[in-house]
């Protein structure tokens, strides 16, 4: 199973909003509505932002938000702030006996 | 609050073992499938073993099946990893992580993730 596929790096201003993909196949986020999302800022724990593709865990502000679109899951960040800036690293069920896969992760610079 | 602090990381020679530890506190351990997770430096994280509730199932990513092993002892909430035959490829952070759950059923990502533990794996 291959890594799933982010840019990079995104950077925005406070205040914008600001888009990642994540871009796998119809074996993995094609066919699950299991896309997760992680913010992970260097010599942490990750925190889980968002589940199953579109939900909040308690606790995480509402200017972050999931979608999916066929084989393509996102994560947009509105309002950015500074606290924002950080690793993100999408996740996708994948259903075999090894069953999660990650993203290639994505730097988010807020300028 | 949910925490997992992990330990056991340190400098090892390749062939040789090395056994992790994630203590767990402030939630009730036997109720929840767990993982281990790496990200060796620069790369992305990379999924490797899962243990279920009651340690009666576990599943391995390919690149460690037949030389780790994840373990739990409920009575001491605490995860393990026992790593055998170690190679320089191994070297890498190690976090375990609590695979989240809502009214009983998973919800297939992890909720809670430990600080990590560094395995680094050279002669």
């Known amino acids: 199973q291959s890594a799933l596929t982010q840019p990079a790096s995104v950077s925005g201003s406070p205040g914008h909003s600001i888009t990642i993909s994540c871009t796998g196949t119809?074996?993995?986020?094609?066919?699950?509505?299991?896309v997760s999302w992680y913010q992970h800022h260097p010599g942490k724990a990750p925190k889980l932002m968002i589940y199953?593709?579109?939900k909040r865990p308690s606790g995480v502000s509402d200017r972050f938000s999931g979608s999916k679109s066929g084989n393509t899951a996102s994560l947009t960040i509105s309002g950015l702030q500074a606290e924002d800036e950080a690793d993100y690293y999408c996740?996708?069920?994948?259903?075999?006996?090894?069953?999660?896969?990650f993203g290639t992760g994505t730097k988010v610079t807020v300028l | 609050q949910v925490q997992l602090v992990e330990s056991g990381g340190g400098v090892v020679q390749p062939g040789r073992s090395l056994r992790l530890s994630c203590a767990a506190s402030?939630?009730?351990?036997?109720?929840?499938?767990m993982h281990w997770v790496r990200q060796a430096p620069g790369k992305e994280p990379e999924w490797l073993a899962l243990?279920?509730?009651?340690?009666?199932?576990?599943y391995y990513a390919d690149s460690v099946r037949g030389r780790f092993t994840i373990s739990r002892d409920n009575s001491k909430n605490t995860l393990f990893l026992q790593m055998n035959s170690l190679r320089t490829e191994d070297t890498a952070v190690y976090f375990c992580?609590?695979?989240?759950?809502?009214?009983?059923?998973?919800?297939?990502?992890?909720?809670?993730w430990g600080q990590g533990t560094l395995v680094t794996v050279s002669s």
């Open positions: 992580a609590r695979e989240g759950s809502r009214e009983g059923f998973s919800v297939y990502a992890f909720d809670y």
């Open positions: 402030a939630f009730n351990f036997s109720n929840y499938n």
């Open positions: 243990i279920s509730y009651d340690g009666s199932y576990t």
């Open positions: 119809s074996s993995d986020v094609g066919s699950y509505n299991l």
């Open positions: 199953e593709g579109t």
């Open positions: 996740c996708s069920y994948v259903g075999s006996s090894s069953p999660y896969v």
